[in-house]
Structure formats: C-alpha cells, structure tokens
C-alpha cells in the first residue's frame, strides 16, 4: 500500500492569512500589513496572519490574527486553494492557508473599524510597522499603488497571483 504524499502533515507549521478586501462583490483592494519582526522580515510587506495554534481551527486561527494584530472583526469569505492540502507552501517547513475575507466591525472594546484600517494607519500591535490599501482589482484606480509594487516576502508573491486569479473568478 502506498501512502499518498496528500495524506501526510507535510509542513510542521501552519500559517493562516487573510486577504481582507475592501468590497465581497467587487473587490478592488486588499489590506497589506508590514511587518515589523524578525529583523530578517522587517519593512516586508505579507497578509495579515500567523501560526495556527494547538486545538484550533483555521478559521478560529484567522479571527483570532486579525482580533489581536488588526483590533478587528473579521467575516470569511472563501479559501483561495493553495497547490497543496496545507496551502501555498512559504518554506520547506512551513505552509499558508488564506482565505479571503472582509472587515465586519472592531474587536471587542476596541476603536477600530473598517474604515481605521486606512493607508499608512498605525496598527493596533507591534507586530506590523504600517498597514496599506493596495490594489488588486483589475481597474486601475487613481492614487492606489498596485499590491506588487511592495516588497512583499518573496514566498507571498505566487499567493497574490493565486488571489488575483482567485478573484477573476
Ligand atoms: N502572517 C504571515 N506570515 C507569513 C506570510 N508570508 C510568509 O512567508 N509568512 C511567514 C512569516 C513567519 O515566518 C510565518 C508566520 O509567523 P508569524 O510570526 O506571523 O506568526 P505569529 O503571529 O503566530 O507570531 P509569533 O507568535 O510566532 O511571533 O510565516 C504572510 O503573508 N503572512
């Protein structure tokens, strides 16, 4: 019997990332954080996110990132599909899952709402330097700089590819 590569954890860490967009119907722009730390990723730029923790979902791991970095609620949309089972792969040891999604309101005794989560707006942890709207939509739009012309972490740009395609339906 052979067991199927499918079947297996492959990656020892799961990373789970939103692409919040600004409208469900008619996305045009999506949410980039930069990060902060390790010094090695500082002035980055990735999808808000991080590691699924133990005895959690996905999907509780998607709220909990955007309630704790971003000060805000979150309504899932769909998962973009990665090429593997564990998502888009970042390194040998670690894989993405990302779903898109869209702000519903601020976490909890919090200021934060959707529209706090402005270009160049300082975010609620350490864990990112500056959020930003970037364009992913297919129509140019005046003054909103196309999500690759960032530095993204090189492991995100196949991603935003994959969200794009995602998109276009
Ligand atoms: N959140 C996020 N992480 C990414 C992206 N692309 C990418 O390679 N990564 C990497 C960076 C990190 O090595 C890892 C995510 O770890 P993290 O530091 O954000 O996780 P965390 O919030 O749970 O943080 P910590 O408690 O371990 O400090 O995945 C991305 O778009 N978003």
Not at 60 to 65: D, F, G, K, M, P
């Amino acid at each position: 019997m052979s067991l199927r590569h499918d079947d297996e954890r492959t990656f020892r860490t799961q990373v789970v990332a939103a692409a919040l967009l600004d409208d469900p119907h008619r996305p045009q722009r999506l949410i980039a954080a930069q990060r902060a730390y390790p010094e090695s990723l500082r002035g980055l730029w990735e999808l808000p996110g991080g590691k699924q923790e133990p005895g959690e979902t996905v999907q509780e791991a998607l709220h909990r990132e955007c309630r704790e970095e971003l000060g805000v609620r979150i309504r899932l949309l769909e998962e973009v599909p990665g090429p593997h089972r564990q998502g888009w792969p970042l390194s040998e040891s670690a894989a993405m899952r990302v779903w898109t999604a869209v702000v519903v309101g601020a976490a909890e005794e919090q200021e934060a709402d959707a529209d706090a989560l402005g270009t160049g707006r300082q975010p609620e942890g350490a864990d990112h330097l500056e959020l930003r709207w970037v364009r992913i939509g297919p129509e140019p739009i005046e003054g909103l700089q196309e999500a690759e012309a960032l530095p993204w972490i090189p492991a995100d740009l196949p991603i935003l590819d994959g969200i794009r395609r995602h998109l276009a339906g």
